[in-house]
């Protein structure tokens, strides 16, 4: 399955963004996706991940200010984004792999998007 980050973006500390991960088939509904992220010199970093069924998981940095959803007629994963912090200043990947659980391991993903960046300024 190819897959579409999207909406990045320049933003003041405070505000928000809406980032999209379009997925190339229809079967996308049966993938379980994350989102990840990674500043430069720093590892990837769980961010979010949503299974086929709609439980969502979050970092603990997150918790609060970001939002996955999915809308499975558009396959479509989004990760709404507010309050932003200079700190969420990344490049953020989208990732699915068909499983039940809601893995916060890049390497339990199968495919991958190629990035979004988000820089937040102070």
């Known amino acids: 399955v190819q897959l579409q980050a999207s909406g990045g973006g320049l933003v003041q500390a405070g505000g928000s963004l809406r980032l999209s991960c379009a997925a190339s088939?229809?079967?996308?509904?049966?993938?379980?996706v994350g989102w990840f992220r990674q500043a430069p010199g720093k590892e990837r970093e769980f961010v979010a991940v949503i299974t086929w069924g709609g439980g969502t998981s979050y970092a603990d940095s997150v918790k609060g200010r970001f939002t996955i959803s999915r809308d499975n007629a558009k396959n479509t994963v989004y990760l709404q984004m507010i309050s932003l912090k200079p700190e969420d200043t990344a490049n953020y990947y989208c990732a699915a792999v068909r499983t039940y659980q809601r893995p916060t391991n890049p390497l339990s993903y199968d495919y991958w998007g190629q990035g979004t960046e988000v820089t937040v300024s102070s």
């Open positions: 088939e229809r079967t996308f509904s049966t993938y379980t």
